[in-house]
C-alpha cells in the first residue's frame, strides 16, 4: 500500500503545528482517526512508531476496536480537531514580532 494510503491520513496535525516532539506520534494517532471514517478503522491493525532522537525510540501496534458504535463516538470527540485547525489565523513573521513588541 502507498504513502497516500497508510500514512497521509495521519498527518493532519502534524502538518499544521510542526513537531512536538513525543505528542506527535498521538497527535498522527488522533489525525488517523479524524481523517478516516470508523467503518474504514474498525478491526484494524495500527502500527505507531517514534524515532528518539538517539537517546530512546518506541514502536507499538493496537488494533481498533470492532464495536462500530463506540469507534464512532470516539471519532466524533476528536472531530473539533479540524475546526480548530482550520478557525487559526495566518500572521507573517514581522506582525508576529509587532505583537510582542506592542505589549
Not at 502507498?2 to 516532539?21: D, H, I, Q
Not at 493496537?62 to 489565523?89: A, M, P, W
Request: glycine share 8%.
Amino acid at each position: 500500500a502507498s504513502f497516500e494510503a497508510k500514512t497521509v491520513p495521519s498527518l493532519l496535525v502534524p502538518r499544521n503545528v510542526g513537531n512536538m516532539y513525543t505528542a506527535t506520534l498521538y497527535s498522527c494517532i488522533a489525525s488517523l482517526f479524524v481523517s478516516k471514517s470508523p467503518d474504514e478503522l474498525v478491526g484494524r491493525k495500527i502500527g505507531a512508531f517514534s524515532y528518539g532522537s538517539g537517546l530512546a525510540a518506541s514502536m507499538f501496534s493496537f488494533t481498533v476496536t470492532d464495536n462500530i458504535d463506540k469507534l464512532g463516538h470516539f471519532c466524533e470527540q476528536l472531530k473539533y480537531l479540524s475546526g480548530y485547525l482550520n478557525q487559526r489565523i495566518k500572521v507573517a513573521p514581522e506582525d508576529f514580532e509587532n505583537v510582542d513588541e506592542g505589549a
